[in-house]
């Protein structure tokens, strides 16, 4: 199946704004939350620093590694976004737009914050 350079940007704004939405955004934090422990730690200066623990056992080991890890899990949401066009490209569309609009949006934002500051 050949795409075109939109739909790969389309794809790519898409995966990268699903996998922040698993790995780190709080509405998620359910979803991690089995699998995951947030251990808080002050640092030298007195700031609370969040680390991520994987819990222990085979599966909930394994899905741990893989929602602390973000680039792992960019492969695997670009791999659904990519077999859900594929096989529903109806139910897709809406989901990718979607996805690549707040994606693009959250990267304008990161810009903006960084002129501002």
Excluded: H
């Excluded at 089995?34 to 640092?43: I, S």
């Excluded at 991520?52 to 080991?61: A, E, Q, T, W, Y």
């Excluded at 792992?72 to 066009?85: E, H, I, K, M, P």
């Amino acid at each position: 199946m050949d795409i075109t350079p939109m739909e790969l940007l389309i794809f790519a704004l898409a995966s990268f704004r699903l996998t922040r939405l698993i790995v780190f955004d709080k509405i998620t934090e359910f979803l991690r939350k089995p699998f995951l422990e947030e251990v808080e730690e002050k640092d030298e200066n007195g700031e609370i620093e969040v680390f991520l623990v994987v819990k222990d056992g085979k599966l909930r080991g394994f899905l741990g590694e893989l929602l602390s890890c973000y680039w792992c899990t960019g492969v695997w949401s670009a791999v659904f976004l990519y077999l859900l066009y594929y096989f529903y490209a109806s139910l897709a569309t809406p989901v990718l737009l979607i996805l690549a609009v707040a994606g693009l949006a959250a990267i304008i934002e990161s810009l903006v914050q960084k002129l501002i500051n």
